[in-house]
């Protein structure tokens, strides 16, 4: 079973930053291609970036400002998130995915609050 732990997370006044980390076990990371989602209230969730083994993607609301990146030496994928602004208020959800199963594999979330 995959486990996803999310930390790094808080309040952040509108321009600032935060780094969030999600640390995975229970499969070969390398393997897995990693995103992060996020719900704000009375929202869908909704797609931020993904990092495949080679290469990753972005919504638009967030290319320029959020760099998703991942170490594969510590089972780790991180979203850094710069200029953020009270739009950015969210739940963010990492998310694992098994090429060879198909399976996704989601944690608990963990909350950013973006204050004007």
């Known amino acids: 079973q995959v486990q996803l732990v999310e930390s790094g997370g808080g309040l952040v006044q509108a321009g600032g930053s935060l780094r969030l980390s999600c640390a995975v076990s229970?499969?070969?990371?390398?393997?897995?291609?990693m995103g992060w989602f996020r719900q704000a209230p009375g929202k869908e969730r909704e797609f931020v970036a993904f990092v495949a083994r080679i290469g990753g993607s972005y919504a638009d609301s967030v290319k320029g400002r959020f760099t998703i990146f991942r170490d594969n030496a510590r089972n780790t994928v991180y979203l850094e998130m710069n200029s953020l602004e009270p739009e950015d208020t969210a739940v963010y959800y990492c998310?694992?995915?098994?090429?060879?199963?198909?399976?996704?594999?989601w944690g608990q979330g963990t909350q950013v609050t973006v204050s004007s």
């Open positions: 229970g499969r070969t990371f390398s393997r897995l291609d």
């Open positions: 998310l694992a995915r098994d090429s060879t199963t198909s399976n996704d594999y």
